[in-house]
């Protein structure tokens, strides 16, 4: 047998030297895509570590002053804010009360940074319940969809006029991009913007979050959150979230849902974000301390891969230091 010779069609030519291969390259990191997420925790004196997420932390008010602040030095694009309530209860009172940790977190953060980032908020109940669900529920126990949109209406107007710029839509509740718009644009708020997770799917992979918001959660949330089966679902809910006013979809978890990505990416007509949710940070932090993997390498290769299948920006717990790396890089 003959061994065909490549001739003159030869593919690594392109690879052959640093300056080569970053001027072939067709996907490029920026610090300005990315969005950090962060966990503020009522009532701590120091910042808590999190054993599920090494590296990361349940803030203080100040400590997370200063996270923004360092995350504004190192040019990301935003802050994702997720707070954590030392009381639950049946409706998730902390969220719509002003002086609620996230509120009152969010408007630390905007007086830290100003409009230097992009300060978003999450817009969930689960953080704020006691049983830990997304909403409030029946008599029965089941999650009320129409009145879990009366709670994410008054949530956003108070997430508002705390000063988010952004506001992040988790729920998963039919109807609540359309509902949530409404509720801003009636409260004066047209110039907050938001973010649909139209495809969010029910992961396993968001099992370290649980620990970082104290999760009270006994059960799932598939009877709200996607499948993880279905493909063509993912457009019929971004349809429906763009047509309620949505100006940025999201698809989360990232790296298990790169298909989804890539045809949300190749169909929206507003930006599409990916969110690399807690237990892929765990799950690359833990191989790389066992030596398993190359940390670094491993980071940057799971959030470029992101990129490439169609993210505009990403979350994820990596941003400030990624961004650092990009900077040295440059
Ligand atoms: C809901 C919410 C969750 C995450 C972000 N927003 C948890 C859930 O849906 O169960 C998970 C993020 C992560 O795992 O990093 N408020």
Redesign the pocket.
């Known amino acids: 047998m003959t061994v065909p010779t490549p001739g003159r069609i030869r593919p690594r030519r392109l690879r052959r030297t640093p300056a080569m291969r970053r001027l072939a390259a067709q996907t490029r990191l920026h610090p300005a895509d990315l969005v950090l997420?962060v966990f503020v925790r009522e009532g701590l004196d120091a910042p808590r570590p999190l054993t599920s997420m090494p590296g990361v932390v349940q803030h203080t008010r100040d400590s997370l002053r200063q996270e923004a602040a360092r995350a504004a030095a190192a040019g990301i694009g935003g802050i994702m804010l997720?707070g954590v309530p030392v009381h639950r209860d049946a409706v998730g009172s902390g969220a719509t009360d002003p002086d609620g940790i996230l509120n009152v977190a969010l408007a630390d953060v905007v007086a830290e940074v100003g409009d230097a980032l992009v300060v978003q908020a999450?817009l969930?109940l689960?953080?704020f319940t006691d049983h830990g669900h997304?909403g409030v529920l029946t008599a029965d126990g089941v999650v009320d969809n129409d009145a879990t949109l009366e709670r994410y209406a008054a949530m956003a107007v108070a997430q508002a006029e705390a000063g988010a710029h952004l506001v992040g839509l988790?729920?998963m509740m039919d109807g609540q991009t359309g509902v949530v718009r409404d509720a801003l644009d009636a409260a004066g708020h047209h110039e907050v913007a938001v973010l649909a997770?139209a495809a969010?799917y029910a992961s396993a992979?968001?099992?370290?979050?649980?620990e970082?918001?104290e999760?009270q959660?006994d059960g799932d949330?598939r009877t709200y959150?996607m499948d993880p089966a279905n493909r063509r679902e993912a457009a019929r809910e971004v349809a429906i979230d763009v047509a309620e006013g949505a100006d940025v979809v999201m698809v989360?978890?990232a790296m298990s849902y790169l298909d989804v990505l890539a045809d949300v990416a190749a169909s929206s007509t507003v930006p599409v974000w990916a969110?690399q949710?807690?237990?892929e940070?765990a799950m690359i932090e833990a191989a790389s301390a066992r030596g398993w993997i190359g940390r670094r390498s491993a980071v940057t290769e799971s959030v470029l891969s992101i990129r490439r299948a169609g993210a505009d920006a990403i979350l994820t717990?990596w941003a400030t230091e990624l961004a650092g790396w990009l900077a040295e890089e440059q």
């Open positions: 997420p997720f999450d969930c689960d953080e997304c988790s729920g997770y969010k992979f968001y099992g370290p979050f649980r970082a918001v999760s959660l949330r959150q989360k978890p969110y949710v807690s237990g940070y717990y």
